[in-house]
């Protein structure tokens, strides 16, 4: 079956640094992969996504590019700000016939420090 | 107005008590879907719905039910709750064709 797996957290920054959180996948067929973001007592939103190889997705300066060599989806900040606290899940679904369900990475709770 | 709304958005409720919690949705998307989210564990998935007609089991469906009242209404029903059942629960939805799916606030159920 699918799966998710991403890095441990929780993770803490300064403002400003640099940030990485590792994504790797397990799927059959050809997934599309997603970062969805949970800020403090709110809702996941999407935050970016990639539909197939090589493809990049980008959204207030977060970057993943989708590695099929690799099996990641990887994301990325140069200068993370202290608004940038929240919890991150990396996604997939497979879309296979009409199952749009999404499989999750249980999450990595970054901190951003002033 | 939220495009995805969940009420009640914090419930404590005795062992046995049964429960409902719902979900609109003025997004006009055909797809609905029920997850819960524990500490560590990420967003596992209850039930979802296609459309009115078709409502599918997810991983975890045991100790759950629901109702697809309309296309813009999901309801999750806990027959008889238990303290395990303490945890986030989001509804979200889809447009046909797209994976991206929408999520509401959430409701915190705490089952003493």
């Known amino acids: 079956g699918n799966s998710v797996t991403q890095m441990e957290g929780p993770v803490t920054l300064s403002e400003e640094a640099f940030l990485t959180i590792n994504c790797t996948y397990t799927?059959?067929?050809?997934?599309?992969l997603f970062w969805y973001v949970q800020y403090p007592g709110e809702g996941l939103q999407l935050l970016l996504k990639a539909t197939k190889a090589d493809d990049k997705g980008s959204n207030k300066g977060f970057e993943a590019t989708y590695r099929k060599e690799t099996t990641s989806f990887h994301l990325e900040k140069g200068s993370v700000q202290v608004s940038d606290s929240a919890v991150y899940f990396c996604?997939?679904?497979?879309?296979?016939?009409?199952?749009?369900?999404?499989?999750f990475g249980k999450g990595t709770l970054l901190t951003v420090n002033p | 107005d939220a495009d995805v709304t969940q009420t009640p958005r914090n419930r404590i409720t005795k062992t046995g008590k049964r429960i409902m919690l719902e979900c609109s949705q003025t997004?006009?998307?055909?797809?609905m879907y029920w997850y819960r989210q524990d500490p560590g564990l990420g967003l596992r998935l209850i039930y979802y719905s296609f459309d009115v007609k078709d409502i599918n089991k997810g991983e975890i469906s045991d100790g759950y039910s629901v109702s697809r009242q309309a296309q813009a209404k999901f309801s999750l029903s806990l027959e008889s709750a238990i303290p395990n059942q303490t945890a986030l629960y989001f509804c979200?939805?889809?447009?046909?064709?797209?994976?991206?799916?929408?999520f509401g606030p959430g409701t915190r159920l705490t089952v003493t």
């Open positions: 996604a997939l679904s497979d879309g296979g016939g009409s199952n749009y369900k999404l499989t």
């Open positions: 799927a059959t067929g050809y997934p599309s």
């Open positions: 979200a939805t889809s447009g046909q064709g797209a994976y991206e799916q929408y």
């Open positions: 997004k006009g998307h055909d797809r």
